[in-house]
């Protein structure tokens, strides 16, 4: 079964930058799908990106784009969530996981395992 686990996450100021990492276990990171989703208090999960077991494609949430980029190196199992521009809505716990389907337009689904996640708190 595979294992995830979040880090990076912080304390900043609007307009500053956190890069976050999720680090998997117990299968090559080379074969899966790996998005990250957030939930900040009293709002649904938001999905926020995703990138293709190839590296090749990804995909962003409105809310994000433009600012947000993922990216992965499989030689360190490690998917990565560089964030600039960071606002007060951002705030939010991150989360890594693992999915079954991904789409360049409608993002990823099927999630099936993800970890435990990471805090990412935004002061204006």
């Known amino acids: 079964q595979l294992q995830l686990v979040e880090s990076g996450g912080g304390l900043v100021q609007s307009g500053g930058s956190l890069r976050l990492s999720c680090t998997v276990s117990?299968?090559?990171?080379?074969?899966?799908?790996i998005g990250w989703f957030r939930q900040a208090p009293g709002k649904e999960r938001e999905g926020v990106s995703c990138?293709?077991?190839?590296?090749?494609?990804?995909a962003y949430s409105d809310s994000v784009k433009g600012r947000f980029s993922i990216f992965k190196d499989d030689a360190r199992n490690t998917v990565y969530l560089q964030m600039n521009n960071l606002k007060p809505e951002d705030t939010a716990i991150y989360y890594c996981?693992?999915?079954?389907?991904?789409?360049?337009?409608?993002?990823?689904?099927?999630?099936?395992?993800w970890g435990k996640g990471t805090h990412v708190t935004v002061s204006s």
């Open positions: 990138i293709a077991s190839s590296g090749r494609s990804t």
């Open positions: 117990g299968r090559s990171l080379e074969q899966r799908i």
């Open positions: 996981a693992d999915y079954s389907v991904f789409s360049r337009t409608q993002g990823c689904s099927g999630m099936d395992s």
